[in-house]
C-alpha cells in the first residue's frame, strides 16, 4: 500500500538557517504530493502541492519538489522565521476518483531567535 | 468565508461511554473526510463522504466507528463504548469536489478526544 516517511524530529534551528526537511513515498499509481503545517494550537493548513513529476510547489518561502526518480518531495526554506516553528507533515494522495490522503508521522520544526 | 469546523472542541468521556463529534464543512464542498490524530500512529484515514454516501469506510478501526452525513453537509462521527485507545484528535477535512488525487483538503481545528 501507499506510505509516506519523513524525518523524524524535532528540528532545532537558529533563525536564517537554511531548512530541509526530507520525504519519500511508495505509491502503486501517480500521486499527488503534499506538504501541510500544524502550527501550535491550530489545525492543519495545506502549505504546497505538487501534482506531477517535476512540479515544484511553492508558498510562504517555502520549496518542494516532485522527483519521481527518488520517490521523494523535501521541504525546503532558505532563511527560516521563528514563525515558521510547527510541525510540518507530507502527505500523498493517490486513490482514483477522490483525494484521501495518506500522511507521514510529521516532523517537528523549532525555530530559535 | 467560513473554514470547516467542528464541535466540540475537546470532549473528556468515560471509557464504555458513547460519544458523537460533529464537523460542519466549507459550504458547497461536496466531499468529506475523517482522520484520527493519535500519538502512536500518527494522521489515519478513517472514513470518505460523496455527498451523503460513504464509498470508502476502510478507515475505521471497528464496528464501534461509524459515521453519517446528513444533506451533503453535516457530518457526525459516532464511537460506541469508547476505549482508551479512541484517545486521538479527530480531524474532520473537506473539498469542493471529489476530483481526484490534486484536489486540496481544508480541515477542520479537530476535537480533542480524551477517554478515562
Known amino acids: 500500500g501507499d506510505s509516506v516517511t519523513q524525518m523524524e524530529g524535532p528540528v532545532t534551528l537558529s533563525e536564517e538557517a537554511f531548512l530541509t526537511i526530507n520525504c519519500t513515498y511508495t505509491?502503486?499509481?501517480?500521486?499527488?504530493l503534499f506538504w501541510y503545517v500544524q502550527y501550535p494550537g491550530e489545525g492543519l493548513q495545506l502549505l504546497l502541492k505538487?501534482?506531477?513529476?517535476?512540479d515544484k510547489g511553492s508558498n510562504k518561502g517555502f520549496e518542494a519538489t516532485y522527483r519521481k526518480e527518488t520517490t521523494s518531495f523535501h521541504l525546503e526554506k532558505g532563511s527560516v522565521q521563528v514563525s515558521d516553528s510547527a510541525v510540518y507533515f507530507c502527505?500523498?494522495?493517490?486513490?482514483?476518483?477522490?483525494?484521501?490522503?495518506?500522511f507521514g508521522k510529521g516532523t517537528m520544526l523549532l525555530v530559535s531567535p | 468565508g467560513a473554514g470547516v469546523s467542528q464541535s466540540p472542541s475537546n470532549k473528556v468521556t468515560e471509557k464504555g461511554k458513547d460519544v458523537e463529534l460533529r464537523c460542519d464543512p466549507i459550504?458547497?464542498?461536496?466531499?468529506l473526510y475523517w482522520y484520527r490524530q493519535s500519538l502512536g500512529q500518527g494522521l489515519e484515514f478513517l472514513i470518505y463522504?460523496?455527498?451523503?454516501?460513504?464509498?470508502?469506510k476502510s478507515g475505521l478501526p471497528s464496528d464501534r466507528f461509524s459515521a453519517e452525513r446528513t444533506g451533503g453537509s453535516v457530518s457526525t462521527l459516532t464511537i460506541q463504548r469508547t476505549q482508551q485507545e479512541d484517545s486521538a484528535v479527530y480531524l474532520c477535512?473537506?473539498?469542493?469536489?471529489?476530483?481526484?488525487?490534486?484536489?486540496?483538503?481544508?480541515f477542520g481545528p479537530g476535537t480533542r478526544l480524551l477517554v478515562l
Open positions: 477535512a473537506s473539498s469542493l469536489t471529489s476530483g481526484g488525487a490534486q484536489e486540496t483538503q481544508y
Open positions: 505509491a502503486t499509481g501517480y500521486p499527488s
Open positions: 505538487a501534482t506531477k513529476a517535476d
Open positions: 502527505a500523498l494522495s493517490d486513490r482514483q476518483g477522490y483525494s484521501t490522503l495518506t
Open positions: 459550504s458547497g464542498h461536496t466531499a
Open positions: 463522504f460523496q455527498g451523503n454516501s460513504a464509498p470508502d
